[in-house]
């Protein structure tokens, strides 16, 4: 752990991020990772709190065509729907409950969009999207995109609580979802008074509660809060009243890792390499857009991880 990350006094947790908000694409988000407090959990690098919202009749979510390179990743939603497109030639509505993996690998384009026939009227939108940093052996596998309906994730629920598996094994429970490093990821939804253990096997563990408020070792805290927990300790959650939280982790990275807007790479070259081949229009274009968003001229300080 960085000495210069001050240390929460609850002695179950390591430290507690309270997220920054910004706007993509029409749409006000919560960026819980990366942060000054704490950079990554296992191997996501990147959290998002898209919502919840309304988005009016008439407008939507508009995420212009962007590249990215050595990362999975992974939306989720709570509620409404996005249109996703990437140049691979996907063309794949998510909606609430399923999951869309999508591993950039060497490189791939994408945009988020609301679908057109959504557009005429008010529609909400809440939801989570993660970034997957890949090892780096697999840095530069060939880019993919995989769906799963709602349908396929496992589910336990009994006691006050339910709890979808996104990712991984957990619970007794294992994910179709193909992942290339050894990491947990789930959707709880909590009955006030229910209590729900925090499996310690994995070195890496965080909650991000998404709503309600839940208490751990005697403090409680509010939505909009990641908490990241110290190896080996036994963690019980308990909602203070109606929760939803996202369970996630897994084993550190196999190095440090760099982050430049939307690429992350073990390699600074190859994160230049990125945004020349992204300036000079080398990245395959998404099929029927006529749009993207250029590389900006001014982005936040790179980032690097641990």
Same mark, same amino acid.
């Given at each position: 752990?960085d000495?210069?990350?001050p240390v929460?006094p609850?002695p ?5 991020v309270?997220?920054?908000s910004s ?6 988000v919560r960026?819980?990772l990366p942060? /000054?407090?704490?950079?990554m ?6 959290? =998002? ?12 979510l508009d #995420?212009r065509?962007?590249p990215?390179i050595g990362?999975? *990743? ?5 509620d409404?729907e996005? $249109?996703?497109r990437?140049? $691979?030639g996907?063309v794949?509505t998510i909606?609430?409950g399923a999951?869309n993996?999508?591993t950039?690998?060497?490189?791939? &384009?994408?945009s988020?969009?609301t !679908?057109a026939?959504?557009?005429g009227?008010d529609n909400?939108l ?5 970034? &997957? /940093?890949? @090892?780096?052996p697999?840095?530069?596998?060939a !880019?993919?995109?995989v769906?799963h @309906?709602?349908?396929?994730? !496992?589910?336990?629920?009994g006691?006050g609580?339910? #709890?979808?598996l996104i990712?991984?094994?957990m619970?007794?429970? +294992?994910s179709? #979802?193909? *992942?290339?490093?050894?990491?947990f990821?789930?959707d709880? /939804?909590?009955d006030p008074?229910?209590?729900? =253990? $925090?499996?310690?096997?994995h070195?890496?563990?965080?909650v991000?509660?998404?709503?309600g408020r839940v ?9 909009g +809060?990641? $908490?990241v927990?110290?190896p ?12 939803? &939280? ?8 196999d190095?440090?890792?760099r982050?430049w807007?939307?690429?992350?790479s073990?390699?600074?070259d190859r994160i ?6 992204w ?6 274009? #998404?099929p029927d857009e006529?749009?993207?968003? @250029?590389?900006?001229?001014?982005p @936040?300080?790179p980032v690097?991880? !641990?």
């Amino acid at each position: 752990m960085d000495e210069r990350i001050p240390v929460h006094p609850n002695p179950a947790i390591e430290t507690v991020v309270v997220p920054r908000s910004s706007d993509i694409g029409g749409l006000e988000v919560r960026r819980a990772l990366p942060s /000054a407090q704490r950079r990554m959990v296992g191997p996501f690098v990147f959290l =998002d709190q898209m919502g919840p919202a309304l988005l009016r009749a008439g407008s939507g979510l508009d #995420v212009r065509p962007h590249p990215h390179i050595g990362l999975a *990743t992974v939306t989720y939603l709570f509620d409404g729907e996005i $249109l996703h497109r990437d140049s $691979l030639g996907t063309v794949r509505t998510i909606r609430p409950g399923a999951v869309n993996w999508m591993t950039a690998g060497s490189g791939i &384009v994408h945009s988020e969009r609301t !679908p057109a026939q959504s557009r005429g009227v008010d529609n909400p939108l809440a939801g989570i999207q993660m970034w &997957v /940093a890949l @090892p780096k052996p697999l840095e530069e596998t060939a !880019p993919a995109f995989v769906h799963h @309906p709602a349908g396929d994730l !496992p589910v336990a629920e009994g006691e006050g609580k339910r #709890v979808r598996l996104i990712a991984g094994d957990m619970y007794g429970l +294992r994910s179709p #979802v193909s *992942t290339l490093s050894p990491m947990f990821y789930a959707d709880a /939804a909590l009955d006030p008074g229910a209590r729900l =253990d $925090l499996p310690a096997e994995h070195e890496e563990r965080a909650v991000y509660i998404a709503a309600g408020r839940v208490k751990v070792a005697g403090d409680g805290f509010d939505a909009g +809060r990641l $908490l990241v927990f110290r190896p080996g300790d036994a963690i019980v959650l308990t909602a203070i009243e109606a929760s939803r &939280v996202l369970l996630l982790g897994g084993e550190p990275l196999d190095g440090p890792r760099r982050m430049w807007w939307n690429f992350v790479s073990s390699s600074q070259d190859r994160i230049e390499q990125a945004k020349e081949d992204w300036r000079a229009g080398r990245f395959t274009p #998404v099929p029927d857009e006529g749009e993207s968003i @250029p590389l900006p001229e001014t982005p @936040p300080p790179p980032v690097r991880y !641990p």
